[in-house]
Structures are given as structure tokens and as C-alpha cells.
């Protein structure tokens, strides 16, 4: 049976003779569980642009930080090992929903007393009947939702899983990138194989059929030759170099340039024509172009294609024709479009998108933005400049869009995050750097990246 193993800090040495250099410090609410059990009773402000700024939490100080992601409810990293480990609420959404809506003195009574098989019941109730009426082993199932629901500690995740019915090595000993999104996780292996875990009631995992949640990692069905030409087999026979999570939906692009998607479609997020609101199994989007990157928004998503063209596609992505309703500013775009409107002679190095936005890197280290603003919310289709040229240091050292704003760090480590506002005045000072930034770089800390969801911040550092 695949398997998880749990470790606490305490548990965790660093070698002797290596000075850690490394860290993961978080800022936001605790009550998730992404912080931290030490931290689920406090909020550490920073995440709401709070002028009052604490000292941000230290939630993991080891130098074995590959790569970090942040979900929902969730804190993750790739240790230098390959192997991904996690602490919070990674497979949860609707029970976070509802413990926001909660007064703090209720919700924190809970998490005072929370014991994990509590903590999804409902989810892992469904999950029950689902294993029992499609055979599958629905105590073990139970088993599973107890054990995964709350991680209260950083938590390994051993790469066996259930396949074909029996237990075995998922096909990769290291895994080379994670991504995290409102209750699930995709997982690129060392081969290129795609794996995912988490919610599945949209299809948003990719495995080929609809669960409630996919306790453990199982492979994505579909992105194959025999796909494109129209067989069912689902084996994957592509290697992906990138995935990209939406809110109930994902992207991946293969070593060739083709691009692939699956989950809820409803709004066009999925760049293909769709004949239901979701689909399971991951699919060409039959592009006549090769792509070298791809993004993902809540519900929308942008590609660059090897002609140095930005698409975008999914909600309020498509532009109104004359003589359509003229009260609407945008409409949902089922196939990509191409950006119009950024400097024709710059090369496009990066696309990122947040909840609602995507924002553009130029060769130049000028930044444009799309999509909805903070201040208002109205599509703007024609990208507009968030920094000109020459405030940043190229190559950046980060470049991430991330709910509602977008998060840069160059080669000096000047760390800066900036907004796409509809109001002009406002517009011509959307950037700024973060007070935690300042306490962390006082701390003797530089910063290597920074990750915001949906409660919580999260920033990996490495000691001066």
C-alpha cells in the first residue's frame, strides 16, 4: 500500500559539519494547519499587507530546500533528495471554506481539539462509498482519509502507490518539480512521467475517471501519441517538463512543445472544445504551434509559443465583438487567442498568472500585466506596463504571479510585488516591497523566493 512517513522536526538532524543555510519562514493564518500545529492558533501578519509587521514564523529550518509550492491549505517542498514533503491540509478545500466562515473563537476551539480523522469526514465518508461501488477496498480508503486529511507535521511522501490494484514503485525514485493548487498536487518524476494527488470531483487530477479524492499519487491518463490519434489506452508515452494547476484544472507540456489539459472546463480553462463541464483524462489541445511555456489562473490559463507569441485563454479572456452586448467588457475564450499590444521588437522570457491575471516578462526586464484588476473587477485585454525597463536586474532570480499580484526577485535580491490596477494613478505605484521582506533581510536572510496562497505566504531564505 503506498505510504506515508511522517517525521518530526525534532526527528530531523543535519549532518555534522554542514552549517544550515537554508530555511522556510511563513507569514498569514495559521488555523489552515500550513504553518505549522505550533502555529494553528496564531496569525502572523504580513500576508495582508499589514503595516504592523512580527517577525515572520520559521516553519522549517533545514537545508534540504529544493524547490517549494503552496496550496490552499497547504505548505510543500522538494528536498535536495527528490522527495516531497508536506504539513497542513493538502487534500481539503471545502472544510477550509467553511472554517473561514467560522468566528475565530469557534474556529480555534476546533483546532484546539481537531483530530485528523475529523477533519475531512464528510470527504472521507464519500470517499467510502465510492471504494465500495467500485470494488476497491473502501476500510483502507477510510484509513487513508484519517491519515491524510491534516498533516500536523511535515509529512515524506514515499513514491509506491496502488497500481493496477497492487502496490508498487510509482515508476520514479526522485520527483524534479511539485506544483500545488486548491487541494491537490501534480508531481513531475525524474523520467518526465506526471503524477497527481488530491481532489478529483472535477477530474482535476487526470486519471481518467471522477473520485472524490485521489489519496495517493496515480499517474495522469492521456498524454500520449495514442491519444492524439484516438485511442483510449491513456498510457503515458510524452515526457512533461511543466504542469500547471488551476483551481480545478491543469495543464502539461511535454518535451515536444504539445500541450495537454483536463479538469473542469465549463469556462473555456481548458484552451479546447469540450462536449460536458468536465473531463477526466488529459487531452491534446491540438495546437499548430510548439509551446516552451504555460501558465495557469483560477480559471484561465496562457501559453508562449517558440515564435515568441503570449495566448491566453478561459474566463473573461475573450474579447466582445461591435455589435455584441456592449455592457459586457469580456467574454470566456474556449481556444487560445494571441496578447496584442506588447512592444513588437521585445522578446517574451516569462508568463505567470495569478487567481485572475497574467503577467508578461520582457527581455528588457519590463513587466505587463492582463486580465482582472485588484481595484476593480474589469477585464483589461490589452496589456498594460507594471515596471519598465531597467528597475529590474536580469537574469531574475524569481518570477511568479500568484493570486493577486505578482512577485519578482532579481540577481541582487531585491525582491518586489506588484499589482495590476485598473485606475491609472494607482497604477504608476503597483510595486512595492514587502515589510517581511525588510525583517528577514535585517535577520542576516536573503531571499531566494517567495510563494503566496490563498491564507498564507511562505518565503524560502538563505542565510548571508
Known sequence: MFGLGRRSLASITVRSGCRRSMAIYAVGEGWTGAMGQEFVLKKI???????????????????????????????????????????????????????????????????????????????????????????????????????LSLLKEWTKLDLTAQIDGSTKQIGDTSISQIECSAGFMALIGKSGTLYTTGLNNRGQCGIGKLSNNVWTPERVRGISISEKKGSES???????????????????????????SWGKGSRGQLGRELGADEDSTARSMNLDYSVVQVASGNHHGALLTDDNEVCVWGKNMGRIDNDEDSSKKATDATLPEPVVGLPSDAKVLRVSCGSHHTSILLDDGSVYAMGIASDEAVPILDPVELLPAGQLELPLRQFEAHFDRTTMIDNQGQAIQAHLWKDETLREHCSFTPPYVDTLLDMGQTIESIHRGWLHTIIVTKQQ
Open 45 to 147: 501578519s504580513g500576508h495582508f499587507d499589514e503595516e504592523d509587521i512580527e517577525t515572520p514564523a520559521l516553519i522549517y529550518p533545514y537545508d534540504d530546500i529544493q524547490q517549494a509550492a503552496i496550496g490552499w491549505g497547504s505548505t510543500a517542498f522538494l528536498d535536495t533528495q527528490g522527495q516531497v514533503q508536506q504539513i497542513g491540509r493538502p487534500q481539503d478545500l471545502i472544510s477550509l471554506l467553511r472554517m473561514n466562515r467560522m468566528p475565530r473563537r469557534i474556529r480555534d476551539m476546533a483546532n484546539s481539539h481537531s483530530d485528523p480523522a475529523e477533519t475531512t469526514i464528510v470527504g472521507s465518508m464519500v470517499s467510502k462509498l465510492i471504494g465500495f461501488a467500485t470494488g476497491g477496498d473502501e476500510d483502507e480508503l477510510w484509513s487513508l482519509a484519517k491519515e
Open 234 to 260: 491513456g498510457e503515458q508515452d510524452q515526457p512533461v517538463v511543466q504542469v500547471a494547476l488551476g483551481f480545478q484544472h491543469a495543464f502539461a507540456l511535454t518535451r515536444t512543445g504539445q500541450l495537454y
